[in-house]
Structure formats: structure tokens, C-alpha cells
T-cell receptor, first 114, second 111 residues
Framework: EAQVTQNPRYLITVTGKKLTVTCSQNMNHEYMSWYRQDPGLGLRQIYYSMNVEVTDKGDVPEGYKVSRKEKRNFPLILESPSPNQTSLYFC?????????????FGPGTRLTVT | QKEVEQDPGPLSVPEGAIVSLNCTYSNSAFQYFMWYRQYSRKGPELLMYTYSSGNKEDGRFTAQVDKSSKYISLFIRDSQPSDSATYLCAMSASTGNQFYFGTGTSLTVIP
């Protein structure tokens, strides 16, 4: 089954404790991305990657790191989480073929930082 | 000014009604337009994808893009209670580039 998977789905942590949220896709998509979703603010892009070893900042990159060492994986790293990073996080991947640029989302990771 | 504006609703309609959802945008470079449906506690699900201007139909759903007015629409015919969700518009200027989302419109279809 074609899908984007994220782990963990739920995470409660404390301020300053480094964490990683994994993301993997099995569709051989070139493009991968991370978003956060907050009430009233909608989906905001954190980082995106066009290909292996290529990453770009989105609208809200501060406090986050990403890496793209393999095409299928795109982990999100919070080196020192803070309470304002409490949010619902989505990983997504997109096919890029001709005029096709359709993005598909994972199930989400709900992060609470206390 | 936000890149993408979307009326948050909420929108409540009776079953069988035609629903119209809209987004406006400011960046004339946008060429790729998408509509997503998001149920509570779930990830957004791609409903419709359109490249450049024009209409696209898929079952009860029709997506329209008017680039001259910087305006996109999603129409849902014969709405069903299962259509109750939040609908998000999204767009991008070029492949490999950033996506911009509206804040979403909450829709409830009443049986």
C-alpha cells in the first residue's frame, strides 16, 4: 500500500529534551516536507526537500532540523523542544512528473512539550 | 497579506445541497492548485489537483481555477453527511517549491 508513515503518533516530552520524529514514504517520491498545524493558523511548512541532501526552509523553520540522507526518509529533529512547539505535525511527500505535483500526507504526530 | 486566504466558516448545509468553497491568493506565480479534505484527528487527504486554469470534475466534486482573478473554488454536488470535514486549499508556484495552504473551511452536512 502506497503511504507516508510517521512515528511516533503521539509524544509528550519536556522542555529541552531532544527528540526525533521519523517519516518514511514508499512511493519513490522526490519531494518530502514537514508541516505543523495549529488552530487558526492552518498548515505551515517547516522544511521541504526536493531530493537527497537537498533541503529548504519553509515558513517556520526556527527550532527544527531535518536531514535527507535517503530518498524515502525525512526525519524531523527538535534539538531543544520548547512549549511553543506543541502542535500537530504532518509529514508529506509529492510526486513530481510533468505537470503532476500532488502531495500526500502522513497520519500526523501530536507533540506536547511541557 | 497572507499568500492564501480562505473563509474559515463554519459552513452548515442540509444533505443534498450544493456546497461552494473558495480561496483567493496573491501570488500570480502559483500554477499548481489542490483541495484537501481533513477529518478530525486525521491527515489531509488529497481530493482534487489542478494545473493552471480551468475546471476539473471527479464524481460529485468540481475544482475551478480562475488565475485572472486569483480565485479557486471547490464545488460539492449532492452533499452527504460523510462530506462533513475541514476543506483546505493549497497551491505552489513550481515543482520542488514551497506549498501554501489556506486555513481551512469547516463544513457540516446535516442529514
Amino acid at each position: 500500500e502506497a503511504q507516508v508513515t510517521q512515528n511516533p503518533r503521539y509524544l509528550i516530552t519536556v522542555t529541552g529534551k531532544k527528540l526525533t520524529v521519523t517519516c518514511s514514504q514508499n512511493m519513490n517520491h522526490e519531494y518530502m516536507s514537514w508541516y505543523r498545524q495549529d488552530p487558526g493558523l492552518g498548515l505551515r511548512q517547516i522544511y521541504y526537500s526536493m531530493n537527497v541532501e537537498v533541503t529548504d526552509k519553509g515558513d517556520v523553520p526556527e527550532g527544527y532540523k531535518v536531514s535527507r540522507k535517503e530518498k524515502r526518509n525525512f526525519p524531523l529533529i527538535l534539538e531543544s523542544p520548547s512549549p511553543n512547539q506543541t502542535s500537530l505535525y504532518f509529514c508529506a511527500s509529492a510526486i513530481i512528473r510533468g505537470i503532476s505535483y500532488e502531495q500526500y500526507f502522513g497520519p500526523g504526530t501530536r507533540l506536547t512539550v511541557t | 497579506q497572507k499568500e492564501v486566504e480562505q473563509d474559515p466558516g463554519p459552513l452548515s448545509v442540509p444533505e443534498g445541497a450544493i456546497v461552494s468553497l473558495n480561496c483567493t491568493y496573491s501570488n500570480s506565480a502559483f500554477q499548481y492548485f489542490m483541495w484537501y479534505r481533513q477529518y478530525s484527528r486525521k491527515g489531509p487527504e488529497l481530493l482534487m489537483y489542478t494545473y493552471s486554469s480551468g475546471n476539473k470534475e471527479d464524481g460529485r466534486f468540481t475544482a475551478q481555477v480562475d488565475k485572472s482573478s486569483k480565485y479557486i473554488s471547490l464545488f460539492i454536488r449532492d452533499s452527504q453527511p460523510s462530506d462533513s470535514a475541514t476543506y483546505l486549499c493549497a497551491m505552489s508556484a513550481s515543482t520542488g517549491n514551497q506549498f501554501y495552504f489556506g486555513t481551512g473551511t469547516s463544513l457540516t452536512v446535516i442529514p
